[in-house]
């Protein structure tokens, strides 16, 4: 199965602010891998696929980058709504997995 | 409305089988491949199973392979998780949630999902 490791998994940040967190495979998933957004109590909410594509509604200051192993996900100028715990999930091969996730707290 | 709902959850013991439905609306269900998540209490998500719009291809997590069966009936929009042989470890909330693609893998992600169904597995 394929592993994938989050850094960090807790990151303090401000209104405005810019930040980026990553996503690593334990083997190549080409540029099948996706970002999901978790509120307490909510179901995760997609933000990007194959490493860039933003999903439909969801707002310009979400980016995603990366290839192969390690990726990227980079937040412009946070905003009140963006805290939240962060999970990357690879789909390219089964078994799908998600990652440990990053919790964004305001500071 | 695109909407997912799902049912079947509940309290069971563990060695035991439960059968979780899925209802879809609001969007053209055979176009779309669907997927089955869980999420135990203060974890992450962990993908369960996927299948195919088609049922052509099926995938599962290595935890419940072999226990677990997913399955669909586009005539009814709908989609199941037959679980067999429960354990306490697959006490969670469980959800379902449409890929935006046909294929579960090399899909689009999982960009519809339902408020999910509690399975709680104890003596």
């Known amino acids: 199965d394929i592993q994938l490791t989050q850094s960090p998994s807790f990151l303090s940040a401000s209104i405005g602010d810019r930040v980026t967190f990553t996503c690593r495979a334990s083997q190549g998933v080409g540029s099948y891998l996706a970002w999901y957004e978790q509120k307490p109590g909510k179901a995760p909410k997609l933000l990007i696929y194959a490493t860039s594509i933003l999903q439909r509604g969801v707002p310009s200051r979400f980016s995603g980058s990366g290839s192969g192993t390690e990726f990227s996900l980079t937040i412009n100028s946070l905003q009140p709504e963006d805290f939240a715990t962060y999970y990357c999930q690879q789909h390219n091969s089964y078994p799908l997995t998600f990652g440990g996730g990053t919790k964004v707290e305001i500071k | 409305e695109v909407q997912l709902v799902e049912s079947g959850g509940g309290l069971v013991q563990p060695g035991r089988s439960l059968r979780l439905s899925c209802a879809a609306s609001?969007?053209?269900?055979?176009?779309?491949?669907m997927h089955w998540v869980r999420q135990g209490p203060g974890k992450g998500p962990e993908w369960v199973a996927g299948?195919?719009?088609?049922?052509?291809?099926?995938g599962y997590a290595g935890s419940v392979k072999g226990r677990f069966t997913i399955s669909r009936d586009n005539a009814k929009n709908s989609v199941y998780l037959q679980m067999n042989s429960l354990r306490v470890d697959d006490t969670a909330l469980y959800y379902c949630?449409?890929?935006?693609?046909?294929?579960?893998?090399?899909?689009?992600?999982?960009?519809?999902w339902g408020q999910g169904t509690m399975v709680t597995v104890s003596s």
């Open positions: 299948i195919s719009w088609n049922s052509g291809s099926i």
């Open positions: 949630a449409k890929d935006d693609h046909v294929v579960p893998a090399t899909g689009h992600g999982m960009d519809v």
């Open positions: 609001g969007f053209t269900f055979d176009d779309f491949a």
